[in-house]
């Protein structure tokens, strides 16, 4: 009777042995772990390549774009001065044209026997910040006070009070009663007494003050 001898099934077995053996195992593993770290550390130097081609590339693109960007900066401070400018110039020509007509107007009611020496304003602002009511804050108030005083001398008799006509020609005029106050628009401050003109001996003046007071007025 003849012997069945199973090669292949001899060879299965010595594979399936190898395949087991824990020492292959562990240098498969090992060869696996090594590689993959070899990997991560390519990729990583790949990255920060990347990075740092991304970092020249900003810095070049800073670079071209600092000379606008101080050009554009200089541009807004000059914006922002010229619109201070205006302000101011806007500012000056209200006080030019207050004043301007203001010498106008006392051009026009001079009285040459009622000379004028000397002529103070005082402008003031008073400030009131209303008290919050709720998350808006409102806006502060300012209120323009305008106070002229005048000191002139009256060269005409005791009984022709001349000053008195000073003032009644003053607040007749046009642009005058448009801004003097309703009520005590017009007071005498103080008199002199009777004083020689050391130009003219023959002649005497009553020295007076005068305060003209403007309607109050608020700005915003």
């Not at 090669?7 to 195992?25: G, M, Y």
């Not at 001065?81 to 806007?90: A, F, G, S, T």
């Not at 448009?178 to 130009?199: C, H, M, W, Y």
Request: aromatic letters at 6%; a positive charge; zero cysteines.
């Amino acid at each position: 009777m003849p012997i069945r001898i199973n090669l292949l099934a001899e060879e299965l077995h010595a594979a399936e042995v190898r395949r087991r053996d824990p020492v292959k195992r562990a240098v498969v593993i090992a060869v696996v772990v090594v590689g993959s770290a070899i990997t991560w550390y390519f990729s990583l130097l790949a990255q920060k390549g990347m990075g740092n081609a991304s970092v020249t590339r900003n810095k070049e693109q800073l670079a071209a774009i600092a000379e606008d960007a101080e050009r554009a900066r200089a541009a807004l401070n000059g914006v922002t001065k010229l619109e201070k400018r205006i302000n101011q110039l806007n500012s000056l020509g209200t006080n030019r044209v207050l004043w301007g007509t203001f010498m106008n107007a006392m051009q026009r009611v001079v009285m040459p026997d009622v000379p004028l020496t000397q002529l103070r304003v005082s402008q003031s602002y008073e400030i009131e910040t209303p008290a919050p009511t709720g998350r808006v804050p409102l806006p502060a108030t300012a209120t323009e006070v305008i106070n002229v005083s005048i000191t002139a001398r009256d060269y005409g008799k005791a009984s022709d009070q001349l000053y008195d006509r000073f003032r009644k020609q003053v607040m007749a005029d046009d642009w005058m009663r448009q801004l003097l106050a309703d009520e005590k628009g017009i007071v005498f401050d103080s008199f002199g007494g009777p004083t020689p003109d050391r130009n003219s001996p023959d002649k005497s003046y009553v020295p007076f003050t005068m305060r003209m007071n403007f309607k109050r007025v608020e700005r915003r």
